[in-house]
T-cell receptor, first 109, second 113 residues
Framework: KNEVEQSPQNLTAQEGEFITINCSYS?????LHWLQQHPGGGIVSLFM???GKKKHGRLIATINIQEKHSSLHITASHPRDSAVYIC???????????FGTGTSLTVIP | NAGVMQNPRHLVRRRGQEARLRCSPM?????VYWYRQLPEEGLKFMVY????????ESGMPKERFSAEFPKEGPSILRIQQVVRGDSAAYFC???????????FGPGTRLTVL
């Protein structure tokens, strides 16, 4: 059983499209991160959320603590957004993150 | 303030050799976490260390793997007698105090021939 489920697993979009990636989790958490990983590259934390909504440029992340659900939105997608996006949750108890398996996004020019 | 540093970035070993992966946390961070990302799989927690102490090693294989974070110097993840199944990307993250805020390093990609 995976504590974190992401959907979709793979996503292909045309440049300019609005993109949504979803994350559901089953444990009580103190924080949720959205991470970005380019092929062969390192991991960058895009957002850390504990409630509400955050925006950074074309990226928006929301979280609903009661429903144990978070979404990552990309507006006006661009080929450079092509990457794997990973949802990670930090439970209220414990010392470790639980990770989703990632959503592989490809944005076609 | 330099970010989390890992070296080497790429490491090739033959079966049976030892692999040593280093992680230098961000300045002022005393908590280090190691994660493994197997090919086509998600990230998995391995071990959480504070200076000179292992806090949680519940994700670390019981044999061949060890980790340390000495008082001086980087954290080391050591894999003895590597096998092909150890081929993966190993990521280190560090945090100041709150474990839910972690900064990731660029990773070390280990290939076992």
């Amino acid at each position: 059983k995976n504590e974190v489920e992401q959907s979709p697993q793979n996503l292909t979009a045309q440049e300019g499209e609005f993109i949504t990636i979803n994350c559901s989790y089953s444990v009580g958490i103190s924080a949720l991160h959205w991470l970005q990983q380019h092929p062969g590259g390192g991991i960058v934390s895009l957002f850390m959320l504990s409630s509400g909504k955050k925006k950074h440029g074309r990226l928006i992340a929301t979280i609903n603590i009661q429903e144990k659900h978070s979404s990552l939105h990309i507006t006006a997608s661009h080929p450079r957004d092509s990457a794997v996006y990973i949802c990670a949750v930090f439970p209220n108890t414990g010392n470790q993150f639980y990770f989703g398996t990632g959503t592989s996004l490809t944005v076609i020019p | 303030n330099a970010g989390v540093m890992q070296n080497p970035r790429h490491l090739v070993r033959r079966r049976g050799q030892e692999a040593r992966l280093r992680c230098s946390p961000m300045k002022g961070h005393s908590h280090v976490y190691w994660y493994r990302q197997l090919p086509e799989e998600g990230l998995k927690f391995m071990v959480y260390l504070q200076k000179e102490n292992i806090i949680d090693e519940s994700g670390m294989p019981k044999e061949r793997f060890s980790a340390e974070f000495p008082k001086e110097g980087p954290s080391i993840l050591r894999i003895q007698q590597v096998v092909r199944g150890d081929s993966a990307a190993y990521f280190c993250a560090s945090s100041p105090q709150n474990a839910d805020t972690q900064y990731f390093g660029p990773g070390t990609r280990l290939t076992v021939l």
